[in-house]
């Protein structure tokens, strides 16, 4: 029994140090002149140039427009991230609600057709998706963003999950109490629903946060700029002599981590629970 602890204790060190280890490299590397970096590559060691280099990025105005910075890129992502986030929770939530409390003919079916999207990646609808956005002038605006990768089969599924395991006798109790549909919905249901929002909050704000094809696709104005696009545009540059800030990179991708890891980091609790009744 003690040497099975020990091996598996082994087992999630090794773990940790393959999942720990590029991050440290990349922070650490972050710290150097990107002359450094370029000659002699990654560094354990550290540089000496770490206020100075977060400081550019977060601070220093570039791009093409020379109106953009590091600050501006996280906040685009930031809203990104929260608006799928939010998003993709309230339709879900509708979805699976209507699903499973409304009597309507194929409503299996219609569940099924919903989660047999999961199998379209989203390179596969992109084109249709952004030519609508295009025609209805939605491109360069949050809006074109976000509102076209709403829906979510992962959602609807898991909160159809959680509401068949809800108790039959608490929709009779509210229509005893006289509560229509939307009155049980928002009083009842929603609020039981906490730790499983939570669970999909992380899952939808981590996959807006890490969009880089899509936002790629509908922003040519740098104001709408992401900072993972960002993150691509510093290793792009190389004119003449001149090399790409690797620094500034690492130091955007850590950046990049950071938002993503409190949050979950936050509401880790309640993802596990969500997640675990779901399938009560």
């Known amino acids: 029994m003690q040497r099975t602890k020990v091996l598996d204790h082994i087992i999630l060190l090794i773990g940790v140090f393959i999942m720990v280890a590029p991050v440290v490299v990349a922070f650490t590397t972050s710290t150097h002149e990107a002359a450094n970096i370029h000659s002699n590559g990654l560094s354990l060691t550290w540089g000496g140039h770490f206020a100075e280099t977060y ?53 299996t079916a219609a569940f099924w057709i919903i989660f047999t999207t999961l199998l379209l990646p989203l390179e596969v609808r992109i084109l249709p998706s952004y030519e609508v956005m295009n025609t209805l002038k939605l491109t360069n605006t949050y809006t074109g963003l976000i509102v076209p990768l709403l ?113 979950v980091v936050i509401f880790q609790r309640w993802f596990i629970k969500g997640l675990t009744e779901s399938d009560k």
Request: aromatic share 16%; charged share 15%.
């Open 55 to 107: 400081e550019t990025v977060l601070t220093r105005q570039g791009g093409f427009t020379g109106k953009v910075t590091g600050f501006n890129m996280m906040m685009n992502s930031m809203i990104l991230g929260l608006g799928f986030a939010a998003g993709k929770i309230v339709l879900s939530m509708l979805a699976a609600y209507a699903i499973v409390y409304f009597r309507f003919p194929l409503a």
């Open 151 to 263: 829906a979510s089969a992962t959602g609807t599924f898991y909160f159809r999950q959680f509401f068949k395991s809800v108790p039959d006798e608490l929709l009779e109790a509210a229509r005893i109490d006289g509560a229509g549909p939307f009155k049980f919905f928002i009083d009842v249901l929603v609020p039981l629903s906490r730790t499983m929002m939570a669970a999909i909050f992380i899952i939808m704000f981590v996959y807006g946060w890490n969009q880089y094809l899509w936002p790629t696709l509908m922003t040519t104005d740098e104001g709408f700029f992401t900072l993972v696009r960002g993150i691509k545009q510093i290793l792009l540059v190389w004119v003449g002599s001149n090399i790409p800030d690797y620094n500034e990179a690492f130091a955007l991708a850590i950046l990049a981590m950071l938002p993503p890891v409190m949050i």
